[in-house]
């Protein structure tokens, strides 16, 4: 979705941290042991309404496409744990579900992608499923013991081409840790950005949104990344936020300061000075990599593809012939040279003659 759209008019990149010698030399342990030691018991399918008892809401899901929910159980010697498979249109969806879901109890598990694990919950996405897991009731499980749920249903990491239709995360720098959101409608996006007009951004358009908390000094501020499928309506829905919401005018603790970049449009949202403003947006850069707005040849120029394509048959009709040509001289030379050598050889012309049988 942002990425759908990001692989096609650009790549939204972020300036890299450097990281510290300590960090790259860390290791991660992930525990495989407990993993061939959970099996299924049963799964059936759910209502949608079942997620409401997971802390979710049926329009978030039915927002991000979701089609079909399965809740798993499985059991680890005499401990259970339960799984809800949520399955949406596409990887994306199921990206923007786990972004959306994420909670401060939650944190990275180590060693896995796009997987949060706490001491009561997990979960993940791995292509078009959303998963969340948890002990039941009576049970009691510890972190590793989920972790090794996740890898055994998902692996440690999504497939590459999974990976690829991924947006790219926000800049790092000062983004505070989960605070990122992925957006397609304006029932997400109305919870994570209540004070904003989420009218404006155009999802029926097929707008798509990155929203992220960042932290400068003291002070905080809200970075809105949209990406629109063309320049063109990118460039309309812009000059509809310049006017209606003042961007780039100082009103106070309320102004809204952006730019647009091809089909990337940046917000950010109450940055408390015009200058933090202008540090967050030059964090995001935008690489053209393929257009569908490429300009159509004109006239002349298909004329001359045609006049081209013409004389190339015509000299490749010459060049058959002339191996025709060529190869007829060359068989009546030899045939000569064989008359003059070997008379009586297949050369010799009453070779050629036929035997007349005259039957009455």
Not at 93 to 103: I, K, N, P, R, V
Request: glycine content about 8%; charged content about 20%; overall charge positive.
């Amino acid at each position: 979705m942002v990425s759908r759209w990001t692989r096609q008019f650009g790549t939204l990149l972020a300036f890299a941290v450097a990281a510290c010698p300590a960090a790259a030399q860390e290791h991660n342990v992930i525990p495989l042991l407990p993993a061939a030691n959970w099996h299924l018991m049963n799964a059936q399918p759910m209502d949608l309404e079942v997620v409401r008892q997971w802390g979710g809401d049926p329009a978030i899901e039915r927002e991000f496409g979701v089609k079909t929910v399965v809740l798993r159980t499985y059991h680890l010697a005499d401990k259970k744990a339960e799984m809800l498979l949520e399955e949406a249109q596409d990887p994306t969806s199921a990206y923007g579900l786990f972004m959306f879901y994420q909670t401060a109890k939650l944190a990275a598990a180590k060693g896995m992608e796009f997987t949060l694990i706490g001491p009561e919950s997990a979960q993940m996405s791995r292509g078009r499923f959303f998963v969340r897991a948890r002990p039941t009731a009576n049970s009691k499980l510890s972190e590793d013991n989920l972790m090794a749920l996740l890898i055994l249903v998902g692996g440690t990491r999504p497939s590459r081409q999974d990976s690829a239709s991924l947006p790219a995360p926000l800049p790092a720098e000062g983004l505070v840790a989960g605070s990122e959101r992925y957006l397609l409608g304006l029932e997400a996006a109305s919870r994570i950005l209540p004070k904003f007009r989420t009218d404006l951004i155009g999802f029926t358009q097929g707008a798509e949104a990155q929203v992220g908390t960042y932290a400068s000094g003291r002070a905080r501020a809200t970075v809105l990344a949209i990406t629109y499928p063309t320049p063109q309506i990118a460039r309309a829905r812009f000059a509809v936020m310049e006017s209606l919401l003042a961007v780039n005018q100082d009103r106070g603790a309320g102004s809204v300061y952006g730019r647009r970049s091809s089909s990337f449009v940046i917000l950010v949202l109450e940055p408390g000075a015009e200058s933090t403003a202008k540090k967050l947006m030059d964090q995001f850069q935008v690489t053209a990599n393929v257009s569908w707005n490429e300009r159509v040849p004109d006239r002349a120029g298909f004329t001359m593809q045609v006049v081209r394509l013409v004389l190339a048959n015509i000299m490749l009709s010459f060049i058959i012939s002339g191996f025709g040509f060529g190869g007829g001289i060359i068989i009546f030379l030899a045939r000569r040279a064989a008359m003059k050598w070997f008379p009586d050889s297949w050369a010799n012309p009453e070779h050629d003659q036929f035997i007349r049988i005259k039957l009455n």
